[in-house]
């Protein structure tokens, strides 16, 4: 008995590979893009904490027996924070409005929050199906430090 062969011809693949292609193109680009638009927040948040982490510990070096020791807490905390994040582009737009400092009850308490809306000018949103929104982030980025200044 003999055999035949069919040969298939190749046109009949190249709209399967197509197909193959463009699913694993989304699956690729979304993870991709995920780590490229992570990693600004991620820095963005290791940085804000570092610097109000710096700006409580700045603020043991004042002796509160100084006049206006309050007033001055405060303000040099501000200026720690902006000089410590100093290195951000002005695309980015931060600024010390994003900064509160609070002494209460002998207890410094630095907090940045940082906005999505402005990161979001600068980074744009994707939305991907199956995934949704990336990166998803919260409605703020915040760090927060605090130190007891006095007993």
Known sequence: MKTVLHHSSPGKQRGAAAIEFAAVFVIFFAVFYGMVSYSLPL???????????????????????????????????????????????????????????????????????????????????????GIGEVPRLPNNLTAQASLQLVP
Not at 65 to 79: E, P, T, V
Not at 102 to 108: D, E, I, R
Request: net charge positive.
């Open 43 to 129: 820095l963005m948040m290791q940085s804000f904490n570092a610097a109000a982490s710096e700006a409580v510990r700045r603020s043991v070096a004042l002796s509160p027996a100084i006049a206006n020791y309050d007033s001055l807490l405060r303000s040099q905390s501000q200026s720690v924070v902006m000089t410590q994040l100093a290195w951000m582009p002005a695309a980015l737009g931060f600024s010390s409005a994003y900064t509160s400092v609070t002494y209460t009850a002998g207890v410094l308490t630095v907090t940045i929050q940082y906005p999505k809306t402005r990161l979001t000018q600068v980074l744009p949103l994707l939305t991907l199906p």
